[in-house]
């Protein structure tokens, strides 16, 4: 193995099945992209400028705004680079780099949506003591743990991926630098690698979905206990769009790293909804959802009207 030539450039051979669309997708990628920035921009913007919305629920959510435009750029802009004709080389240090930032930016956020579930039971199982549970530090301390377990994360899959040797082929079957894309153009044996990327997904997508799971439990026998229909119903309007994010963002995941013979296809499309539309529906979702945020997006647009008029 030692007579091969280690691999310094790999080629992302992008979506399978798609070849003469590129000009089609790259409109439509652009679009669903742009739209994604300008969305949780906008959501960041109407958070950051109304008083009224700095708590401890929006203070999460305009992180997850921030993630929602961090983790599409780890792999749109690059593909829309390629899809315009460009050159779809990636160096394999960029390689590497790509698929630290996937990991750490998605383990991290799914974190964050385990902490707004918590949030939110905190809210509704208990309204008095919610201020003194849910405290400036407290928020800080689980933003901050959140950060650590991505990171840790990243690097675990990261190192154990390329601490192979990669020589012979250079074509990457996907769109982007992941795991199961990679690890068959190693020169030695990666099922172990295999292994700890499989179980390390599964295990803290699963945990993170069993921590949501149980928030939503204790939060749903609450909000059967209340007797009046309007006070059920505020509180299920918290917390659907959240219910539906939560949804969106962790059924791809599971169908990624969970199936047993992995379908080039079907990731490529799993991986697009989880990397590109699902950011993008998280913008939807928040600012439809939640009257607010909808209040706070029109004084937005009302201040900025009246200022280009003077």
């Not at 003591?129 to 991505?150: E, S």
Request: glycine share 6%.
């Amino acid at each position: 193995m030692r007579n091969h030539t280690e691999l310094h450039e790999l080629i992302l051979l992008g979506i399978p099945q798609t070849e003469g669309l590129e000009t089609v997708l790259f409109v439509i990628f652009s679009c669903v992209y742009l739209f994604t920035l300008l969305g949780n921009s906008l959501i960041l913007t109407a958070i950051v400028s109304s008083s009224t919305l700095h708590t401890p629920m929006y203070f999460f959510l305009g992180l997850l705004s921030i993630f929602d435009m961090l983790f599409p750029s780890v792999t749109c802009p690059k593909m829309l680079f390629y899809l315009s004709g460009q050159s779809q080389a990636i160096s394999y240090e960029g390689c590497a780099a790509q698929l630290f930032f996937y990991h750490f930016l998605g383990a991290t956020e799914g974190c964050l949506y385990s902490v707004m579930a918590y949030d939110r039971f905190v809210a509704i199982c208990h309204p008095l003591r919610y201020m003194l549970i849910m405290r400036p530090g407290v928020c800080v301390g689980l933003v901050m743990a959140a950060w650590v377990v991505g990171c840790l994360q990243a690097t675990i899959l990261t190192s154990f991926t390329f601490q192979l040797t990669y020589c012979g082929s250079n074509r990457v079957d996907h769109f982007f630098c992941d795991i199961p894309a990679v690890l068959p153009l190693a020169c030695a044996d990666s099922s172990l690698a295999q292994r700890v990327g499989s179980s390390a997904v599964g295990f803290l997508a699963l945990m993170l979905w069993f921590s949501v799971c149980v928030s939503y439990t204790r939060i749903g026998i609450a909000i059967l206990r209340i007797r009046s229909a309007e006070g059920r119903q505020k509180a299920f309007s918290t917390c659907s769009a959240h219910l539906t994010a939560i949804l969106c963002a962790y059924g791809p995941v599971l169908i990624i790293y969970l199936q047993p013979a992995p379908d080039p296809l079907l990731g490529a499309v799993v991986q697009i909804l989880n990397n590109i539309v699902s950011p993008m529906l998280n913008s939807l979702i928040y600012s439809l959802r939640n009257r607010e945020v909808k209040s706070s997006l029109k004084r937005v647009f009302h201040n900025v009207v009246f200022i280009s008029l003077e």
